[in-house]
Nanobody, 123 residues
Framework: QVQLVESGGGLVQPGGSLRLSCAAS????????MGWYRQAPGKERELVAT???????NYPDSVKGRFTISRDNAKNTVYLQMGSLKPEDTAVYFC?????????????????WGQGTQVTVSS
């Protein structure tokens, strides 16, 4: 199977920066699409950034110009560089991947989620 493990969360002051990482492991054949989502207390999970296999990135207006998503295909890792952080960016950040992996003699494509990493922006 496949696992996604996030790291890099923590406490940062407003205006500061953080870099999140998400490493995928397992019987991976191809990582098709990866993204970052976040969920604040009492709110629905929302999209933060996505990146395709050929490095095309997209962002909602709420983070555009402040966040940058990137991926290292050789390491099966996706990153989220967050800058000019605001208190409203406080949330648990989740990594998501649409990944093709081997299951016996077959290849299967499924959606995978990491366990989440807490980002707190506060003075």
């Amino acid at each position: 199977q496949v696992q996604l493990v996030e790291s890099g969360g923590g406490l940062v002051q407003p205006g500061g920066s953080l870099r999140l990482s998400c490493a995928a492991s397992g019987s991976i054949f191809r990582i098709n699409f990866m993204g970052w989502y976040r969920q604040a207390p009492g709110k629905e999970r929302e999209l933060v950034a996505t990146i395709t296999n050929d490095q095309n990135a997209n962002y909602p207006d709420s983070v555009k110009g402040r966040f940058t998503i990137s991926r290292d295909n050789a390491k099966n890792t996706v990153y989220l560089q967050m800058g000019s952080l605001k208190p409203e960016d406080t949330a648990v950040y989740f990594c998501n991947g649409k990944i093709t992996y081997s299951r016996g003699s077959y290849y299967v494509t499924d959606d995978f989620w990491g366990q989440g990493t807490q980002v707190t922006v506060s003075s």
